[in-house]
């Protein structure tokens, strides 16, 4: 454990633990915690999609397929087959990350739209299965009774002391994120998600790389799944929504693309808006998705750097520098 | 299977198929001339839906009268949207990823606007064009929707065809899709083009929605459907070729038809999704093929 | 002896043929350029080499071993390296991120060691970042290690493009256009370069069309057109061959 301490040096992320750290004590109801908890669980996801999309830039739209055969696969597996917790989370994590592979072959072949609509069709082909697989997945009546994760005879079923793991593994997947991002593997996948045929006479083996972003991203959200089924105890269909594979999709570009940091932030902040802004009920949609368009659209390093001209300029009245 | 089962469902099934081809005909022009993809344009059928559902049950304004308006105003969405999202983008590096990001955006928006205006509650428009079956021959019974619907979306795409290719116009069109720079050389405003191209693309979306809304159950999700449907056209037939999209739609719509009666209505989407899934993965150039080169 | 060889390769790209039997052969540690107008098929021979095409008919050996089927990714793992005519840059990385792309393959810490960011991986890291700006030092671009390269003028961009393809320590250096869009004092500096690389024992094919570039560093010289290889020898008697004249010029060129 020292090692991880003296090896997180970066600064956001400490801000990000210890606001974090803090917050439990400002949350005055158990909801609002489980909220919180979910918030967590999405921005572990969102470290996936992040270097899947925002480093790899391969445009994944059904996430949250992988978070939910996380979820399903050991629900199914600790509740109807009585595996013990801990193996169960391990196996649905491994499923989450070979249904990953399997998703990546489509993106040996395709890209940008036809690669996006593709994951779309996984998704809702992920969907239908939860929705009419009944005897399987409970269908539209739910998944209930999933046994509480028991860590040396002691039972984790208090809302905060899942806040306090599932805290621990945001941040430390995020470490990993970052570790992997600035490695020659996160370079490979810039590489590649800018030019791929001069990434490959580089000497990247595209598919080894395709692979392992998808892998990554199954990973991150399959862990998300498996934490998410056993501190909310059941599952219920509404989880496979595509509307949650947007929103991940969303966090995701609102968190800057490929920050890391960023994807926890508004992996959090996402899950909570909602619940915090339902007095502004339908507008919240509206405002949220119209301030994704300004970002994407809006040329903020033009107006930061007119802005910072301007200051400099008209009013420290430094000269001009020459170029 | 009686032959006239056969020849309901085959017409049943073009009918419908006619529907997820012409969405899939816009997609294939905006690509054509910009280069985008346009993620939202299910979500133009669906508000055209219910603007008709506005415009019929609510004003009780005859079809025809509806079928204009909403022409004009889906030109002008379509202008606007054009403007707002490709216009911006246009001299930026990473446009492709943007301008999806984009859309995915703005199919989201509009998903939500609609749900703002009409809430979330199913609606239905009665039938405009009456409930009579006809007889075709022997114990063939059509609705006369179907016939219209095929009727409608022929005369449509002829006029399209038409437009491109003996209209000054289509040529000019046609010129900004193969070589914006060559073609604004030549005196094209192909600034101008584009918006025409995207508002175009949004009319030919409108009356796929004006048309739809006489048979399906209006509502916020039907987007997406029409959308992924309308991918599956452009995949199966072709991505890029306007003609590869319309025999995808109606390939699908036959397919989806007659899988809902052999095997299960439940399972049709899946077997639509489960298709384009293979299609993506094996032949991802679709019927019919379409290199595309890439200059090293 | 031989390090690259060519051997009747023949490319068609439907109807049209790119190549036609092009034979040629690269001494170890030579520098050869290939010379012709345009579209006779230079590019097209550098695909076929670096594996981005698969020729139709014809071998290409590297050491006595064919590779003409392998996947442009094991042609830089046997040691084949190239620049882009039209510049191939990494835009959303910086000048040495390039450079360090460019050494991919020798990295060989693995998944687990990034993760637990063992001191070995560190070291590594540390190694490969300290070769690239050795890397970008050489080829004149000292300083410039934080930049993005769309801020680089041309001609350094091009200079980049030569640096990150040397980080993968290649046996052969494959140059397309190096000189292109740069003034007489950057060619003198690229003119420089070459003879540097070629003393350190690489061996180096370029396409070029600066002639008073390919007369200072080449051995030799090996002209096509129209996919097919017309004229090879020294600079000097490629300069009086009729027939690179008239492809150059067209056939009415030889009067004067």
Not at chain 1, 82 to 109: H, Q, T
Not at chain 2, 3 to 13: A, Y
Not at chain 2, 173 to 186: C, E, F, G, H, P
Not at chain 3, 208 to 214: A, C, F, S, Y
Request: aromatic fraction near 12%.
């Amino acid at each position: 454990m020292k090692k991880y301490w003296y090896q997180i040096k970066s600064k956001p992320i400490v801000l990000f633990s210890l606001v974090f750290l803090i917050l439990p004590l400002f949350l005055n109801n158990d909801y609002a915690v489980y909220v919180a908890n979910r918030g967590l669980a999405n921005a572990t996801a969102v470290i996936g999609l992040i270097l899947l999309y925002g480093i790899a830039g391969q445009i994944s739209l059904g996430h949250v397929a992988f978070f939910a055969i996380g979820a399903y696969s050991t629900a199914i597996l600790s509740a109807t087959h009585s595996v013990p917790v801990p193996i169960a989370m391990m196996c649905g994590i491994l499923i989450s990350c070979i249904f990953g592979i399997f998703l990546s072959i489509p993106s040996f072949k395709l890209s940008g739209p036809f690669l996006s609509i593709c994951t779309v069709a996984f998704g809702e082909v992920i969907r239908q299965l939860v929705i009419n697989m009944e005897w399987l997945t409970g269908g539209p009546y739910g998944f209930y009774h999933i046994p509480k994760l028991v860590v040396f005879g002691y039972s984790i079923s208090d809302v905060h002391t899942w806040y306090y793991i599932l805290l621990a593994v945001a941040v430390l997947m995020a470490v990993v994120g970052n570790r992997i991002k600035h490695s020659h593997y996160g370079r490979a996948l810039y590489a590649i998600n800018e030019d791929e045929i001069a990434a490959e006479v580089m000497g990247i083996n595209i598919r080894r790389m395709k692979r392992f972003a998808f892998i990554c991203s199954s990973f991150f959200a399959g862990l998300a799944g498996v934490l998410y089924a056993h501190f909310a105890g059941y599952l219920s269909q509404d989880l496979v929504l595509s509307d949650n594979s947007y929103n991940l999709f969303t966090m995701a570009v609102l968190g800057g693309t490929d920050s890391i940091l960023g994807g926890l932030w508004t992996g959090v902040g996402l899950t909570a808006a909602p619940e915090i802004m339902r007095f502004l009920q339908v507008y919240y949609m509206l405002i949220l998705y119209f301030i994704v368009l300004l970002v994407v659209l809006v040329p903020w390093s033009k107006i930061t750097k007119d802005v910072k001209d301007i200051i400099n300029y008209k009013f420290l009245h430094k000269s001009k520098a020459v170029i | 299977m009686t032959i006239s089962t056969f020849f309901q469902l085959l017409i049943g099934g073009i009918s419908i198929g006619a529907l997820y081809a012409l969405p899939a005909l816009g997609i294939t022009l905006i690509w054509n001339a910009a280069g985008v993809f346009n993620f939202a344009n299910g979500d133009f059928v669906m508000v055209s839906c219910f603007l008709t559902y506005t415009l019929l049950s609510v004003l009780h304004i005859p079809f025809i009268v509806a079928l204009l308006i909403i022409m004009v105003f889906m030109y002008f969405f379509g202008v606007v949207t054009e403007k707002i999202i490709v216009e911006t983008l246009r001299k930026d590096n990473s446009i492709a990823l943007k301008s999806l990001v984009c859309f995915i955006a703005l199919s989201l928006f509009i998903r939500n606007l609609a749900r703002f205006i009409w809430g979330t509650t199913p609606r239905t428009v009665k039938n405009p064009f009456g409930n009579n079956p006809i007889v075709l021959f022997g114990s063939v019974y059509i609705m006369p929707h179907t016939f219209w619907i095929i009727g409608i979306s022929c005369t449509l795409m002829l006029i399209l065809v038409f437009l491109f290719k003996f209209t000054k116009l289509g040529i000019a069109m046609r010129a900004t899709t193969q070589n914006i720079t060559v073609a604004s050389l030549m005196g094209v405003n192909t600034k101008w083009i584009i918006g025409f191209v995207f508002g175009v693309s949004s009319i030919v979306a409108g009356f796929a929605g004006a048309l739809s809304s006489s048979i399906f159950y209006i509502t916020l999700d039907m987007g997406v459907m029409f959308g992924t449907k309308a991918f599956a056209s452009n995949v199966i037939g072709g991505f890029g070729s306007p003609v590869g999209a319309v025999v995808g739609g109606l390939l699908i719509g036959v397919i989806e038809t007659f899988g809902a009666s052999l095997i299960s209505s439940q399972y049709k989407d899946l077997i639509t999704f489960a298709l384009l899934l293979l299609f993506l993965i094996f032949k991802p150039k679709g019927i019919f093929k379409l290199e595309v080169a890439q200059k090293v | 002896m031989a390090i690259l060889e060519i051997r009747n390769i023949t490319k068609r790209f439907g109807g049209i043929v790119a190549l036609q039997e092009v034979s040629l052969s690269v001494d170890k540690g030579g520098v050869v350029a290939i010379i012709g107008p345009n579209g006779s098929g230079k590019t097209t021979l550098l695909n076929v080499i670096t594996g981005v095409y698969v020729p139709e008919e014809g071998e290409v050996l590297l050491n006595g071993n064919c590779i003409q089927s392998l996947s442009p990714e094991k042609v830089c793992k046997v040691g084949i390296s190239r620049t882009f005519q039209n510049i191939r840059l990494f835009k959303k990385l910086t000048v040495l991120e390039n450079v360090m792309i460019g050494s991919h393959k020798l990295y060989k810490r693995g998944l687990t060691e990034i993760i637990i960011s063992t001191k070995g991986f560190k070291q590594e890291q540390e190694q490969h970042k300290k070769r690239a700006m050795e890397l970008l030092e050489f080829v004149g671009l000292k300083g410039k290690e934080g930049v993005k390269p769309e801020n680089l003028p041309y001609a350094s961009q091009r200079f980049l493009e030569i640096a990150r393809a040397l980080a993968s320590e290649p046996q052969v250096l494959l140059l397309d256009e190096p000189a292109a869009g740069m003034n007489a004092v950057e060619i003198e500096h690229l003119i420089e370069l070459i003879k540097k690389l070629s003393k350190t024992g690489i061996t180096i094919l370029l396409i070029e069309h600066i002639m008073g570039l390919v007369r200072e560093v080449t051995d030799s010289v090996v002209v096509l057109s129209y996919g097919e290889k017309i004229a090879e020898g020294n600079y000097e008697d490629i300069e009086k061959n009729t027939a690179v004249i008239e492809a150059y010029l067209g056939k009415g060129a030889i009067k004067c």
